[in-house]
C-alpha cells in the first residue's frame, strides 16, 4: 500500500486526536521515536490498545472515542485517510 508523506507540523502528543475515516481516537501515549519516524519516513505504528506508555519508540497508542462506531476491514482500504489534529 503507497502512501503520502506530509508535513508533520507539530509533534503528535498524548491528548491529541487521530482520525481514521472520520472515526475519533483519542492518543494517549507516544513513543520516543514515533514523531521522527514520520518526520524521516512518513509511517508509524499505532497501536489501538491505549494505554498510558507506548510499547515500543515508534508506537503511538490510541483509544476510540466514547460512543465511536467499531473499526471494521473497510476502515483500512486503500484510499483512506489517516489524520492526526
Not at 499505532?46 to 473499526?71: D, Y
Amino acid at each position: 500500500m503507497l502512501h503520502t508523506i506530509e508535513e508533520l507540523r507539530a509533534n503528535i502528543e498524548p491528548g491529541d486526536m487521530m482520525l481514521l475515516n472520520e472515526k475519533g481516537f483519542e492518543v494517549t501515549a507516544v513513543g520516543t521515536e514515533a514523531n521522527e519516524t514520520l518526520r524521516g519516513l512518513g509511517h508509524c505504528t499505532v497501536s489501538f490498545k491505549g494505554g498510558p506508555e507506548a510499547e515500543r519508540p515508534g508506537c503511538i497508542m490510541v483509544e476510540a472515542v466514547k460512543g465511536e462506531e467499531p473499526l471494521t476491514s473497510a476502515d483500512f482500504a486503500p484510499g483512506n485517510t489517516i489524520e492526526f489534529i
